[in-house]
């Protein structure tokens, strides 16, 4: 069951923008958005109350997945023996998801509603998967993967674009970012940011200080200014667990 949550390691995630498309597209979707802006006639119901507890396949609901998270978390002293992207006690969650259906159970365990707790421990450089049975409370089986390198989340992608404004590397980025708003960059809220896990196969002349990329967690960010324009930051490489920046010969 732990595979199917990293599936998706190699895929991009989204911090509140898509990758930048043509001038044309923008002011198509520009009119779309005012047109969506427009209130419709009638009357919308609001969603019904979310229980405590799905049933069966139904997804999550909050209630669940906050209790998945807590048992995931205090398994085995794992709270204690973790870090997050910012040094912080406990690891860094990733997600947290329904478990799929095992065929080889029957009976009233098939029937049990269980999670699928992700995270990455930043201070052994390790992707842990939890399963956790909701109706029993019970932590079945606990997985942990080093070279494992699940897509990146909202804050390792803000914390990597500080890393980045902070180095010398960063001096681009910000130069760039005071042309477009006559405003210094000093911190990533200013911005709006998307990015991936860098896979060092792909690039033929790496920089020396990305070689333990893969088995430390390396990231790629992609920068816009809020209601403006983007900056090319493709050449850069933020290394999450020795917290540096390198710069990909282009």
């Known amino acids: 069951m732990a595979g199917v ?5 190699g895929a ?20 779309s958005a005012q047109q969506d802006a427009v209130p419709p006639e009638g009357t919308v119901e609001a969603a019904p109350a979310e229980g405590e507890k799905g049933v069966g396949r139904d997804p ?32 860094q969650h990733l997600s947290t998801n329904l478990s799929e259906w095992d065929p080889t159970e029957s009976g009233s365990s098939a029937r049990q509603r269980r999670a699928e707790v ?17 109706d029993t409370g019970e932590v079945e089986d606990t997985q942990t993967d080093q070279g494992v390198q699940p897509p990146p989340v909202r804050d390792e992608l803000a914390e990597a674009t500080q890393l980045l404004i ?3 590397l ?51 960010v992609a920068a816009k200014v809020k209601n403006g324009p983007w900056i090319d930051t493709r050449a850069f490489v933020v290394d999450l667990s020795d917290r540096g920046v390198a710069r990909l010969d282009r």
């Open 5 to 9: 949550a990293l599936a998706a390691a």
């Open 12 to 31: 991009a995630v989204a911090v509140g923008v898509s990758l930048p498309d043509d001038s044309a597209g923008d002011q198509a979707r520009a009119g």
């Open 60 to 91: 999550l609901t909050d209630a669940e997945i906050a209790r998945a998270e807590k048992l995931a978390e205090n398994t085995d002293g794992f709270r204690l023996k973790s870090e997050d992207v910012e040094g912080d006690r406990g690891p």
């Open 118 to 134: 992700v995270s990455y421990d930043y201070k052994n450089d390790a992707t842990v998967t939890a399963v956790v049975n909701l």
């Open 166 to 168: 902070d180095s010398p």
């Open 170 to 220: 960063g001096a681009g980025l910000k130069d760039d970012y005071k042309d477009a708003t006559g405003n210094a960059l000093t911190t990533a809220d200013q911005l709006d940011v998307s990015g991936g896990v860098f896979r060092k196969e792909t690039v033929e002349n790496l920089p020396a200080g990305l070689k333990e990329c893969g088995e430390h967690r390396c990231v790629r």
